[in-house]
């Protein structure tokens, strides 16, 4: 079964504001990680947060992690028509072999 | 950088055909990963590798066999391809370990899949 959940499914935004995605997760975790994939291609890794940490940033990214309530979200400050793409949540646990668990996505859609 | 190199962007095949997906990759990962994405159901690992020779089913195996003779190439096989197989394929690779860096996946640009 899925482990991570995207809420919203799809988000269509201006471009310049900031576009927020939640993510929720079931079990315990030992870090979760963003991708972005682009319309018909390859997931890119974005972004990782480890369990112990509670906010990253990497450029216009910034991750939160809630490991009590098994969310965390992604926000794109200043969206650019180029950060159109798919957003998906994975979680990553030290029993899992290797595995990372992915979530269904959010679709983001920039408007010019 | 990482590079997965899929085979083919866009494959069209009959049913009943066997089908071979290809994927190579150039960093000396140990694990290989194959996926599935549908429309609503997100990714679907349906066989990953960790080793050479070494294979471990995913959540959706059935229909689907694998091979991995070589450390950097990690076949997906179709024996007998049926119309429910449609579906864009992905392959990704990450190292072994339990270090962050070590299972973030890099993934190949795709393979649609079209079975008639």
């Known amino acids: 079964s899925q482990q991570g959940e995207e809420d919203p499914q799809a988000l269509s935004i201006q471009e310049g504001e900031n576009a927020t995605m939640n993510c929720s997760y079931k079990?315990?975790?030992?870090?979760l990680q963003w991708y972005r994939q682009n319309s018909g291609r390859g997931l890119v890794h974005l972004i990782l947060?480890?369990?112990?940490?509670r906010e990253k940033h990497s450029g216009r990214l910034r991750v939160t992690l809630d490991t009590s309530k098994k969310s965390s979200s992604l926000l794109i400050t200043a969206s650019r028509a180029a950060d159109t793409a798919s957003y998906f949540c994975?979680?990553?646990?030290?029993?899992?072999?290797?595995?990372?668990?992915f979530g269904s996505g959010t679709r983001l859609s920039i408007r010019p | 950088d990482v590079k997965v190199t899929q085979s083919s962007r866009y494959l069209v095949k009959r049913t009943g055909e066997k089908v071979f997906l290809e994927c190579v990759q150039d960093?000396?990962?140990?694990?290989m990963f194959w996926y599935r994405q549908d429309p609503g159901l997100g990714l679907r690992l349906i066989y990953f590798?960790?080793?050479?020779?070494?294979?471990e089913k995913g959540d959706i195996p059935e229909g689907y066999s694998v091979s991995r003779e070589k450390k950097e190439r990690f076949s997906l096989i179709l024996e007998s391809a049926s119309t429910n197989q449609t579906s864009m394929y992905l392959c990704?690779?990450?190292?072994?370990?339990?270090?962050?860096?070590?299972?973030?996946?890099?993934f190949g640009a795709g393979t649609r899949l079209s079975v008639l």
């Open positions: 994975a979680t990553f646990r030290y029993s899992s072999a290797s595995k990372i668990i």
């Open positions: 990704a690779s990450s190292q072994l370990g339990q270090g962050d860096g070590k299972n973030i996946q890099y």
């Open positions: 590798s960790y080793d050479v020779k070494m294979k």
């Open positions: 947060i480890r369990s112990n940490e």
């Open positions: 079990t315990s975790i030992n870090n």
């Open positions: 960093m000396d990962h140990e694990n």
